[in-house]
């Protein structure tokens, strides 16, 4: 078979059912390949950026690697950002470029650039190969290592005429449990296992603080059992949420700068350990380090990979190893233990949500962010997926929008915080779980960088809502400059825009509400529609609002 044959080959015995991507002249064998076999869906995006963050939200939902592609030059340069967050954020992803012919190299041949070297930096293992005879054996070695220990992006890159050359069929075989991850689960040391639960048997006020990794590892059950055990509250970051079902008595919510609230921040301040899990105890999560306090809680700290624990805390425990794992283990050389005096938290819980209450029934114009939450709580049942870009939704839809059930049913680009990310990463996220309704929640600033996509959409006729908060600024910029720089706002306002008519030219049934009173019905609408659908918010703006950002409010 060719190689580009050997490629969709090399796809499908990895279990892979969809690609992302765009087509470029360097592509032109492996669209041949593609368009000759019949299992592998081929989603034409509008730019490569979107190919990567659909590729992303494919994988957060589904636990498959998601797959992208595009074309040399260009191509390679825009998928830069998807694989960067990806990365960061342990999640799957293959990036697969096309490129120049390797005979080509170095002639001042369209389209040339050192694709190894550009994606080095930001991919777990990285390739350009120069041989068809190759393919088998790279795509194997990529897969592997995408979703073994610390789960991670992956690029390739295949010349033109390694895609026309030749490969041996009998080489063209994989394991198609390397298509998900993690797939290689590694334990933890009995030892310090045994440590460990000492530690959580003499705890008076234990808390957990968990990150993507329990999502991640499915540990969510295993999760429940430990805290039930010790009466512990579990708090999150946001790339945690879906670790523990937010309705339950121990959820204590999304903790830090962004999304954490001085009530959630007091849980974490009362604690006398604390557990990480699958978290990296990074400045957002812990407000720089301030919460918890260095050296005033003991800390056992869970994570696959071994250079995380001890690099931020001080760590008593290190339990190195597969969240699922390690907390199965804690389960079992803790069975027959209960804590027979819990850590309650419910008032700091009601605390909280009285606050936020009393602004989200607000019926001042413009409509206040809080509002949005509430309404869209209410509109959607616990089987949705929500999709945050940063800016103004991050913050708010963190701590105030109660996921109902675990896993992954909200998720935000939390590694690099780039805008633009939610629209796509829906798409990716509806392919995933076709039978949940996916919305993407972005802010206006985000909406001008992928608006394109919205073709994509109505071309695909995909069933998914698209809210936009609309203030006219980037507004957490504005913010900071209110809070830090004397409210000498610099280079932030824009024009207001009617995204509600942009996105009607694109064949998109939109609203545009600027009364609160108007926005349940119009949400409702919306949200129960079978084709794409989007609503333009006029809302409060940043610098105005009482968003949960700790460095604003001090």
Partial sequence: MTGAEAVVEMLRAHGVEVIFGLCGDTSLPLYDALARQGSIRHVLTRDERHAAYMADGYA??????????????????????????????????????????????????????????????????????????????????????????????????????????????????????????????????????????????????????????????????????LAEKLSAPVATSISGKGSIDEQHALAAGVVGSNGGTPETRAIVDAADLVVFVGCRAGSVTTERWRHPAPGKAKVIHIDVDPAVPGTNYRVDVPLIGDARLCLAALNETLNGFKNKNPFLIERQKSEKFEKF?????????????????????????????????????????????????????????????????????????????????????????????????????????????????????????????????????????????????????FGVRSWRVTLPSELGAVLKNALSSAEPTLVDIVCQPLQEAKAPVSEWVA
């Fill in 60 to 225: 957060r939902v589904t636990g498959r690697v998601g797959v992208c592609e595009g074309p040399s030059g260009g191509g390679a340069t825009y998928l830069l950002p998807g694989l960067a967050e990806a990365n960061e954020s342990s999640i799957s992803v293959l990036a697969i470029n096309t490129d120049i012919a390797v005979g080509s190299r170095n002639k001042f041949t369209l389209t040339e650039l050192d694709q190894r070297s550009l994606m080095k930096p930001l991919t777990k293992w990285n390739a350009v190969l120069d041989r068809a005879a190759d393919i088998p054996r790279m795509f194997r070695a990529a897969f592997e290592s995408m979703t073994s220990g610390r789960p991670g992006a992956a690029h390739l890159a295949l010349p033109f005429d390694v895609q026309n050359g030749t490969v041996e069929d009998a080489d063209v075989w994989a394991d198609p449990s390397l298509g998900s991850f993690p797939s290689r689960r590694t334990g933890p040391d009995p030892f310090m296992v045994e440590l460990a639960a000492k530690l959580l048997r003499s705890a008076k006020q234990p808390v957990f603080i968990c990150g993507g990794g329990v999502v991640i590892s499915r540990a969510e059950s295993e999760l429940l059992e």
């Fill in 357 to 505: 209450r009393a602004l989200a029934e607000s019926s001042e114009t413009p409509i206040k962010p809080e509002r949005v939450v509430a309404e869209l709580s209410k509109a959607l049942d616990g089987d949705a997926i929500v999709v945050a870009d940063p800016g103004t939704p991050c913050p708010y839809l963190s701590a105030y929008y109660v996921v109902r059930g675990t896993g992954r049913r909200y998720f935000s680009n939390r590694a690099h915080g780039a805008l633009g990310y939610a629209l796509a990463a829906s798409v990716g996220a509806h392919y995933g779980r076709p039978s949940a309704k996916a919305v993407a929640v972005m802010g206006d600033g985000s909406f001008g960088m992928c608006a394109g996509e919205l073709e994509t959409a109505v071309r695909l006729k995909l069933p998914i809502t698209f809210l936009v908060i609309s203030n006219a600024t980037y507004g957490w910029i504005k913010a900071g400059q209110k809070a830090g720089y004397a409210e000498r706002y610099f280079s932030v306002d824009f024009g207001v825009t009617d995204h509600a008519k942009v996105a009607a030219a």
